[in-house]
């Protein structure tokens, strides 16, 4: 059964750091193509980062650019999502995706970023 589950959200002051992890089952982690989105009420899902299958090459949405790093452990099977200087804009549900001979998505996790 092929699992993506998110953690690491939560509320932080504006400024603050999180970092989420995405734990993957069930399917090639290694094999895939790993990124974050992110999806406000009301609004499309917004790609976040993305991370290549070896883990070197990566690449950011403008909005998070310098703020964010992506990164996946390929032995834990896992996917994490450093952010830091968060700001009120970033607050969204966080989701991941596995990319390969077949999409899978998490369930996401709350970041909220509010004083």
């Known amino acids: 059964q092929v699992q993506l589950v998110e953690s690491g959200g939560g509320l932080v002051q504006p400024g603050g750091s999180l970092r989420l992890s995405c734990v993957a089952s069930?399917?090639?982690?290694?094999?895939?193509?790993m990124s974050w989105h992110r999806q406000v009420p009301g609004k499309e899902r917004e790609w976040v980062a993305i991370?290549?299958?070896?883990?070197?090459?990566?690449n950011y949405a403008d909005s998070v650019k310098g703020r964010f790093t992506i990164s996946r452990d390929n032995r834990k099977n896992t996917l994490y999502l450093q952010m830091n200087s968060l700001k009120p804009e970033d607050t969204a549900v966080y989701y991941c995706?596995?990319?390969?001979?077949?999409?899978?998505w998490g369930q996401g996790t709350q970041v909220t970023v509010s004083s």
């Open positions: 995706q596995a990319t390969g001979l077949y999409n899978y």
């Open positions: 069930g399917f090639t982690f290694g094999a895939n193509v």
């Open positions: 991370i290549k299958t070896s883990g070197v090459t990566t």
